[in-house]
């Protein structure tokens, strides 16, 4: 069954740093884009971006490049998202998702969302 | 980047209607690389269409995906209590990948 599970709650400050994990399982990780979506207080989906496991290649959205760091570890089929300086604008939901076997395809899995809170 | 607009913004239905959510794109989607999502509060997003008109595994065929090019639909034939959420489309076919603002479904 494949599985990603995302950390758990942040609650941060700005201007701090900050590094979510996604972890999978079920599957071969390196076989398999990781994309990250975010889902902001009264806003809908945005696509952040995507990390391929094998390589770490990534592909940013250019609204949020040099912004957040993707990131991958093999060892622990785990994917991160990182932030050298958090915003208060940075708040919201992260989730990651798996594509198919080609980075031109939807995510059909995700994990479960990861809150992150930035006061001012 | 490609920039899909979404129609209506909110959509006021019953349980038994039928929905029609449209979705357009600023140019066209290469390969109608159009997927569909619901998204609840607290859940992370379904899948429900890809490939513009393909439901993914285990969505009920009440559910369907139509258009090319330019202009994609969502329709849901007959509303079920369960369905109601905000339903967001997205494109894979060309970076960045994009989502449209999204279409809330509500009870009326």
């Known amino acids: 069954e494949v599985q990603l599970v995302q950390s758990g709650v942040e609650m941060k400050k700005a201007g701090e740093s900050l590094k979510i994990s996604c972890k999978a399982s079920g599957y071969s990780f390196t076989t398999y884009w990781i994309a990250w979506v975010r889902h902001m207080p009264g806003r809908g989906l945005e696509w952040m971006g995507l990390i391929y496991p094998d390589d770490s290649e990534t592909r940013y959205s250019p609204s949020l490049q040099g912004q957040v760091t993707f990131s991958v570890d093999k060892s622990t089929s785990t994917a991160y998202l990182q932030w050298n300086t958090l915003r208060a604008s940075d708040s919201g939901m992260y989730y990651c998702?798996?594509?198919?076997?080609?980075?031109?395809?939807?995510?059909?899995?995700w994990g479960q969302g990861t809150l992150v809170t930035v006061s001012s | 980047e490609i920039v899909l607009t979404q129609s209506p913004g909110t959509l006021s239905l019953s349980p038994g209607e039928r929905a029609t959510l449209s979705c357009r794109a600023s140019q066209s989607v290469p390969t109608n690389y159009l997927a569909w999502y619901q998204l609840k509060p607290g859940l992370a997003p379904r899948l429900l269409i890809f490939g513009a008109s393909t439901r993914a595994t285990d969505i009920p065929p009440r559910f369907s995906g139509s258009g090319s090019g330019t202009d994609f639909t969502l329709t849901i034939s007959r509303l079920e209590p369960e369905d109601f959420a905000v339903f967001y489309c997205h494109q894979y076919g060309t970076l960045p990948y994009t989502f449209g603002q999204g279409t809330k479904l509500e009870f009326k």
């Open positions: 998702g798996r594509l198919g076997l080609s980075a031109g395809s939807p995510p059909r899995y």
